[in-house]
Antibody, heavy 122, light 109 residues
């Protein structure tokens, strides 16, 4: 059974930093691209970032480019999202989502974690 | 950028009703479209991919159709477990990223 478990969310002040993790099990982790998708309170889904199975290729939404960094440790089956210079509009539940492909090719998301809440507020 | 527009935003229906949700893309995405169901406090769940392929384990009362710019998700006979919010997602072009529709909430009439 595929499991994705996020952690690391919490309350942070504007301008602060936070690092999210997503631990995967039940898959050969390095053979799948993984993405972060967020959902602001009461709002829809927004793709944030993606990383290829090898970790060599990454993509970011314009709204987070230059502030967020996605990475992965394939030896630990874990995905990360380093979030710096956080803003109030980054407040959301952050989901990790696994697609079907190894590369950052067009893809849909077959498996999702349960999400971790990030609140940016003073 | 590819924009995805769903209609209606909210839909009131009764158990047993046939329900149709529409998703329109701002440019052709062939059949590179997925549908998700989300219940309050839960992660989205994949229902359909490639516009009309049913994900394993999803009840056959769900069906999808369309190509190009117009797509539909149909629930043939609405069940109590189906009251939720539904999202479409295009994966034809990095737009940047994979864009979602704004969601359609199916609520009890």
């Amino acid at each position: 059974e595929v499991q994705l478990v996020e952690s690391g969310g919490g309350l942070v002040q504007p301008g602060g930093s936070l690092r999210l993790s997503c631990a995967a099990s039940g898959i050969v982790f390095s053979t799948y691209a993984i993405n972060w998708v967020r959902q602001a309170p009461g709002k829809g889904l927004e793709w944030v970032s993606g990383i290829s199975g090898s970790g060599y290729n990454t993509n970011y939404a314009d709204s987070v480019k230059g502030r967020f960094t996605i990475s992965r440790d394939n030896s630990e089956n874990t995905l990360f999202l380093q979030m710096n210079n956080l803003r109030a509009e980054d407040t959301a539940v952050y989901y990790c989502a696994k697609g079907m492909r190894e590369l950052l090719d067009p893809d849909y998301f077959q498996h999702w974690g349960q999400g971790t809440l990030v609140t940016v507020s003073s | 950028d590819i924009q995805m527009t769903q209609s209606p935003s909210t839909l009131s229906a009764s158990v047993g009703d046939r329900v149709t949700i529409t998703c329109r893309a701002s440019q052709s995405i062939n059949t590179w479209l997925a549908w998700y169901q989300q219940k309050p406090g839960k992660a989205p769940k994949l229902l359909m991919y490639e516009a009309s392929s049913l994900e394993s384990g999803v009840p056959s009362r769900f069906s999808g159709s369309g190509s190009g710019t117009e797509f539909t998700l149909t629930i043939s006979s609405l069940q109590p477990d189906d009251f939720a919010t539904y999202y479409c997602q295009q994966y034809h072009s990095y737009s940047p990223g994979w864009t979602f529709g704004q969601g359609t909430k199916v609520e009890i009439k």
